[in-house]
C-alpha cells in the first residue's frame, strides 16, 4: 500500500513541479475534510491561507493553527481540516536519501511549533 498522499488522497494532492531533488506538491481542502493515512518526507511547508488542522498519528493527535512558512520534518500522519476555512499549501518535498522516513522514536507530528501555532 502506497503512502504517497498523491496516492492516497489525489483529490487533496497534486505534483506541480518534480525534478532529481525535489517534489513540489499543492494541496487543498474545505473545512470538515479529512485525509488517509500518507508519508511525508522532509519538506519545507508554505501555506496559502491560514487554516486549522488536527494531525494524528499512531495515538498522537495534535491541533495546529497554520499560516506561515516552516519545516516540516518527515513523518507519517492522516489529518483533517478542523477550523472554518479551507487550506491552501505548497509543499517543497526533500529527495535526499533517509529523508522519507519518520524518526525512528516516532517525533512529533506536525510542523515544528517555532512557526506554527499549537491550538
Known amino acids: 500500500m502506497s503512502l504517497d498522499p498523491t496516492i492516497t488522497d489525489p483529490e487533496h494532492y497534486r505534483v506541480i513541479f518534480e525534478n532529481e531533488r525535489v517534489r513540489v506538491l499543492e494541496y ?5 475534510e479529512s485525509t488517509r493515512p500518507h508519508r511525508h518526507p522532509d519538506s519545507v511547508m508554505y501555506t496559502l491561507s491560514s ?4 494531525l ?10 497554520l499560516d506561515t512558512v516552516g519545516w516540516l520534518p518527515a513523518q507519517q500522519h492522516h489529518g483533517e481540516n478542523v477550523g472554518d476555512t479551507p487550506a491552501h499549501v505548497i509543499f517543497v518535498e526533500l529527495k535526499e536519501s533517509g529523508s522519507d522516513q519518520p524518526a525512528k522514536d516516532g517525533g512529533a507530528i506536525g510542523p515544528q511549533s517555532i512557526w506554527g501555532s499549537l491550538v
Open 51 to 54: 487554516f486549522r488542522r488536527r
Open 56 to 65: 494524528v498519528s499512531g495515538d498522537a493527535q495534535r491541533d495546529v493553527g
Open 28 to 32: 487543498t481542502d474545505q473545512p470538515g
